[in-house]
Nanobody
Framework: QLQLVESGGGLVQPGGSLRLSCTGS????????VGWFGQAPGKEREAVSC????????TFADSVKGRFTHSRDNAKNTVYLRMNMLKPDDTTVYYC????????????????????WGQGTQVTVSS
């Protein structure tokens, strides 16, 4: 079965850091964009950060620019989201998703442009 597996979430104090990982099980990721989406209770999913096939192109939500970095290791079929200087407003469930199409000149950020989703990992920032 095609599957994306997220890890690295948890409870952290404000100002702390976490590193989220997303690994494809059987699913190849190297020719797809990969995105991290947040979904707060009662809200629609929105892109936190998305990364191009080689890792050179990235997008970030305005709220996380300068604090988060996105990278990937295609040899390990894994992408990483490093989250620094975490704030309580960063608290949400983070979902990893694979883009619907192979390749592409741009990095999509809309949820409907992704077709395979992980089950999410909870990040809670609290003192």
């Amino acid at each position: 079965q095609l599957q994306l597996v997220e890890s690295g979430g948890g409870l952290v104090q404000p100002g702390g850091s976490l590193r989220l990982s997303c690994t494809g099980s059987v699913v190849p990721l190297d020719r797809h964009v990969v995105g991290w989406f947040g979904q707060a209770p009662g809200k629609e999913r929105e892109a936190v950060s998305c990364i191009g096939t080689s890792g050179g192109r990235t997008t970030f939500a305005d709220s996380v620019k300068g604090r988060f970095t996105h990278s990937r290791d295609n040899a390990k079929n894994t992408v990483y989201l490093r989250m620094n200087m975490l704030k309580p407003d960063d608290t949400t469930v983070y979902y990893c998703a694979r883009g619907s199409t192979v390749g592409g000149a741009s990095v999509p950020i809309r949820p409907n442009e992704y077709d395979l989703w992980g089950q999410g990992t909870q990040v809670t920032v609290s003192s």
